[in-house]
């Protein structure tokens, strides 16, 4: 059984790489934590594990590389389609416990794809992977118009799976009315809030981790 965090998001591409990044800068002095994406599309264009890697500095032993890796940029079970495949869902989160790499003290950061709802094959859903891997669930939400219907509405259909959300972390331009609103009719923590970076290096992602994510160290009781 894995212990860690299952990083989803509202939509793809709200800062669930960076979040990820910034777990591994915030939490590799206490404890022995690991990325793993199970499921990459776009790989052709993008390569969310090369970028964790890149902007969390990270060793070969911080970074999981086995997983399903495809290349086009569209949704798993229909990049998976095209590539002629089909996507197990049991054969995937066997890999980590069957890895000759993986130690039995790792602590994981697993970053899903797109959101809760992406389809994964023609019968399994992200929530799926996620109630496989029996993580707990931390939410990646972008704060602009429109985040509290979808952050709320991701919140709502994680709980109904029977998955645990342990709290939110925005992306983009400040304001605490967003995460108020969150908070409020979700009845769920907002972690942190990652800044808008002008640009996003390793040296200035560590900076911030180290000194505004989860400041309280709250999600330090879902790596033990």
């Avoid at 707990?136 to 259909?157: D, F, K, Q, Y």
């Avoid at 108020?180 to 800044?195: D, L, R």
């Amino acid at each position: 059984m894995l212990r860690g965090l299952f990083i989803t998001g509202t939509d793809t591409g709200v800062g669930k790489t960076v979040v990820s990044a910034a777990l591994l800068h915030r939490y590799r002095t206490q404890l022995p934590v690991c990325y793993w994406k199970p499921i990459q599309t776009g790989i052709e264009q993008d390569d969310d594990t090369a970028e964790v890697r890149r902007l969390a500095s990270a060793c070969d032993q911080e970074i999981f590389g086995e997983g399903v890796r495809l290349p086009r940029p569209v949704s798993p079970h229909l990049a998976a389609e095209w590539a002629g495949q089909t996507i197990d869902m049991h054969s995937l989160t066997a890999l980590p416990a069957g890895s000759a790499g993986t130690q039995p003290d790792k602590r994981w950061i697993v970053e899903g794809a797109g959101g809760a709802l992406v389809p994964v094959n023609k019968t399994a859903l992200m929530t799926d992977l996620m109630a496989l891997l029996a993580l707990p669930v931390l939410v990646v939400s972008r704060n602009a118009l429109g985040t509290i219907n979808h952050t709320l509405l991701t919140i709502e259909i994680l709980r109904a799976r029977g998955l645990r959300v342990v709290g939110i972390v925005m992306c983009g331009d400040e304001g605490r009315d967003n995460a108020k609103a969150i908070e409020h009719y979700g009845k769920i923590p907002v972690i942190s809030h990652v800044p808008r970076f002008d640009k996003v290096t390793p040296e200035g992602l560590q900076h911030w981790a180290k000194t505004d994510f989860d400041r309280e160290g709250r999600l330090l009781e879902f790596f033990r």
